[in-house]
């Protein structure tokens, strides 16, 4: 395991009772590197929304356990937010609510010369994500061929 993927799942662990606590879904946990400064991303979410003030709660509270902890060996900023529109599509409970819902995927290598490919979810299980386009024709995608899926935003 990758010291990024090992902070992600303890920064997870730790944090996703506050999360809970205070009322809301832990959505994604993501540390990564921008322009020479490490960030460390919490996403969470509720129904209706998340606003500052609910990121602004979380953070505040686990900032104590980020500074009593202390795993994480690289200086960073910590930040909390929601997953937005887009919102991608990472657990179980995910693909579960996103059924019939218009997704994107993007995938790692062309397939059929493209890489993004929107259609509606259809199924999906450990391995496989399966989409339906407009004309009722399928197509299936190896999980590890994807890159990102999400739910479409459309404008």
Not at 7 to 20: A, H, N
Not at 111 to 122: A, R
């Amino acid at each position: 395991m990758s010291r990024r993927e090992e902070y992600e799942q303890t920064t997870e662990r730790l944090i996703e009772p506050v999360v809970t606590e205070l009322g809301f879904e832990l959505v994604d946990v993501e540390y990564v590197k921008e322009g020479g400064t490490w960030y460390l991303r919490t996403y969470i979410d509720k129904p209706g929304g998340i606003t500052v003030d609910d990121c602004e709660a979380v953070s505040r509270r686990f900032s104590d356990i980020l500074d009593e902890k202390d795993y994480i060996e690289d200086a960073y900023v910590f930040e909390v937010s929601s997953p937005g529109l887009g919102r991608p599509l990472k657990k179980e409970k995910d693909f579960a609510r996103s059924i019939g819902r218009e997704v994107e995927i993007r995938t790692y290598r062309a397939i059929s010369h493209q890489k993004e490919f929107v259609g509606l979810l259809k199924a999906y299980d450990e391995n496989t994500v399966t989409i339906t386009y407009e004309d009722d024709t399928e197509q299936t995608f190896e999980r590890s061929e994807i890159a990102l899926i999400r739910l479409a935003l459309d404008f």
